[in-house]
């Protein structure tokens, strides 16, 4: 079995200002840190997909294609459920409505195949760090309180990807298996 999502590419540039950002936090809470080579924007988590199968699901997002292009923008720091009870330290993505059209015509075309739809509403992210225990934060608390509007700019999104998510020494491994145009 395949472990896959879709997902918006980060920039370089972009990339770039958030692994600076990650590295300067870092030592302030033991917390799972996100490498900055899988800073992406999630737009439909597939999970277990039968490898067999691979070639349908392309097919199916495939059909997604021809929407067109849109900005986003990344910025604002937060934490899903909330600071309090943290389980995810994320930086906020802000798309046009397009982004959330891509996200439930991904959702729609899925569900087409047998994968789940979302019981959530799309809140777009970029996942930073994964918080098994949300105490011993005060440290990353009292920074980010103290830290200018967080802004790491924007980017014109193209395309998707259909990802792989592998199990690795350091955490998971994320590849793209398709590209598909918008």
Sequence with gaps: MLRLFTGIAVPPAINLRLDELVQRL???????????????ITTKFIGAWPEER???MKQALATLQGGGSFRIAVRGLGFFPNARAARIFWVGVE?????????????QACAKL???AEKKSFSPHLTLARIDKPSGLAALHETLAREPAAEFGEFEASNFHLYLSSPGA??????????FAL
């Design 26 to 40: 870092k030592p302030l809470a033991q917390i799972r840190w996100s490498p900055a080579s899988n800073f992406h």
């Design 54 to 56: 691979l070639d349908a």
């Design 95 to 107: 798309g046009d409505p397009a982004l959330t059209a891509l996200a439930s015509r991904t959702d």
């Design 114 to 116: 047998g994968v789940e």
């Design 170 to 179: 350091r955490g998971s491994i994320y590849t793209s298996l398709a590209e």
